[in-house]
């Protein structure tokens, strides 16, 4: 069975708490309880992993190397400003799809650039939950 790590970035721990009309009313635990229902009706393993700091994104990014068959990322804020991240993609060569739960190309427009998408072989975008079922069933 393969293995796939779900990284989520900052602040998504809060969703459901604000801005319903962009990310919807369901929260985090809603988030990961979907995206485990998910990985079980798909026949894949799934971590989940969230964190509000860079470094530690990128210190499991790491730690995947020879564990992980795939990633899902979204990197919230991240997904922006993060070469880091980006680089340690790279480094360990683990196939990864990005997600945003919002459609990040109709917003402002520093969402528009993404460090992440240079190296993801997929980005799924304004799908909701929904985006991380799809992302999880690249890896099938
Ligand atoms: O659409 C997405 O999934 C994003 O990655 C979400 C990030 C945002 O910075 C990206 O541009 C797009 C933000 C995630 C959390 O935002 C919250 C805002 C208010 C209340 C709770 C969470």
């Known amino acids: 069975m393969k293995k796939i790590l779900v ?13 319903p009309a962009i990310y919807g009313n369901r929260d985090f635990n809603a988030l990961i309880e979907f995206i485990k229902e998910s990985a079980r009706s798909l026949g894949l393993q799934v971590e989940c992993f969230q964190s509000n700091h860079e470094g530690a994104i990128v210190d499991k990014i790491q730690q995947a190397y020879g564990v992980f068959d795939g990633i899902v990322i979204n990197p919230a804020a991240y997904t922006h400003t993060s070469v880091a991240i980006l ?30 998408s240079l190296y993801a072989a997929k980005t799924i975008m304004g799908k909701g939950f929904d985006g991380y079922r799809e992302a999880l069933s690249f890896f099938l």
């Open 87 to 116: 680089d340690a993609l790279k480094a360990v060569a683990i196939p990864t799809v990005e997600v945003h739960i919002s459609d990040v190309s109709e917003r402002e427009e520093f969402r528009r650039h993404s460090f992440v």
């Open 7 to 19: 990284i989520n970035g900052p602040n998504l721990n809060l969703l459901g708490l604000r801005e």
